[in-house]
């Protein structure tokens, strides 16, 4: 075992710091979304209350993250965390500990989700 974490290490930041900046940049092109840019962890944290009062086809009312997270799910076969649990009811957590293609795919699935609402 090498005393020196860095072979190990520095290519796992790397990666994580690739799909962070992909995950930001891809959800800063979804309409209403706030970005904030993580500098730890592997969760992108972004704001959604615009989204908060839109109705689904089914004429139910998004109220809160735990519903938009619930229909995110039901609609675009995405999970997400509501942020209520995190002392943020406006945000989500998502994490990007994925591959980009993974992580291109939820996007895309979120957007069309999203604008889908009325």
Do not use: W
């Not at 992909?22 to 706030?34: A, G």
């Not at 209520?84 to 895309?108: D, H, M, Q, W």
Request: aromatic fraction near 10%; charged fraction near 25%.
């Amino acid at each position: 075992i090498s005393a020196d974490p860095a072979p190990i290490v520095t290519p796992m930041r790397d990666a994580f710091h690739k799909r962070r900046d992909l995950l930001i940049s891809l959800m800063k092109e979804v309409p209403h979304i706030k970005c904030n840019h993580p500098g730890g962890a592997f969760y992108l944290f972004p704001e959604v209350s615009y989204y908060f009062g839109k109705k689904t086809a089914d004429g139910s009312v998004i109220t809160d993250a735990r519903e938009l997270c619930m229909y995110l799910l039901n609609k675009g076969h995405v999970a997400l965390t509501p942020g209520g649990a995190f002392g943020a009811p406006n945000y989500l957590r998502l994490s990007y500990a994925t591959s980009e293609e993974k992580i291109r795919e939820a996007v895309k699935r979120i957007a069309q989700s999203l604008s889908e609402l009325k």
